[in-house]
């Protein structure tokens, strides 16, 4: 079945330190990505969608200049949290569809800003 | 706006037990409708899905879902559970053409007792 990769798995680092996610599709082109936030015992909130080329369309509350996010392949998409701060920690995880597939997730990011 | 209700936060079965998650979706269209399952500290990964025709759908690892167009409805059930059943269950509503983005429901966290 389709795969999505996503590294790394948790990352603790300091206040104010950038932080990159990637979000690999293993076997099969990827034409859209999506990036979640998922607080401790609460659903997943879309942060931004993302289409191969295209620059990502971010969900409204969502700071664009905090969450980059580069799509520059049909198989890897990467968030990167910059300048990141206590409030920024959370579990992110990725999802990635084909043409006229369901969207199958990466196994997440446990981000902890010290 | 598009919504996903899943009334029941916490659930606890005996093993072997019947189970059934419930899940109201509100939507104007036809809607694409999912089940995923979550484990702890870990992504999602898709239990079922509908997008159309027939409205009994059969998943992965025994689960089947029915959806009911005249309750707004897309309740997730499985004969008999098994403790690796053990886990949180989100679903969710694709709420654009191509279901591209999903909204999700709160989850419900299913605890298997022996």
């Known amino acids: 079945g389709a795969v999505v990769s996503q590294h790394p798995s948790w990352v603790i680092c300091k206040s104010g330190t950038s932080v990159k996610i990637e979000c690999r599709s293993l076997?099969?082109?990827?034409?859209?990505m999506f990036w979640y936030r998922q607080f401790p015992k609460q659903s997943l909130m879309l942060m931004a969608t993302?289409?191969?080329?295209?620059?990502?369309?971010?969900e409204q509350g969502v700071e664009k200049d905090k969450f980059l996010i580069n799509h520059a392949s049909l198989t890897l998409s990467t968030l990167t949290v910059t300048s990141a701060h206590p409030e920024d920690s959370s579990f992110y995880i990725c999802?990635?569809?084909?043409?006229?597939?369901?969207?199958?997730f990466g196994d997440g990011t446990r981000l902890s800003i010290l | 706006a598009q919504s996903v209700t899943q009334p029941d936060i916490h659930i606890t079965v005996s093993e072997g037990a019947s189970l059934e998650l419930r899940c109201n979706y509100s939507y104007g269209a036809t809607p694409y409708l999912f089940w995923y399952v979550q484990s702890p500290g870990q992504g999602l990964q898709l239990l079922l899905k509908y997008f159309s025709g027939d409205t009994l759908v059969q998943g992965i690892k025994g689960f089947e879902a029915e959806f009911k167009r005249s309750q707004s409805s897309f309740n997730l059930r499985k004969p008999s559970v098994h403790w690796s059943d053990a886990a949180e269950y989100f679903c969710a509503v694709g709420v654009d053409q191509g279901a591209q983005k999903l909204v999700f429901g709160q989850g419900t966290r299913l605890t298997i007792n022996p």
């Open positions: 076997d099969f082109q990827a034409t859209t």
């Open positions: 999802s990635a569809r084909g043409q006229r597939q369901p969207q199958h």
């Open positions: 993302s289409n191969e080329g295209s620059k990502a369309t971010y």
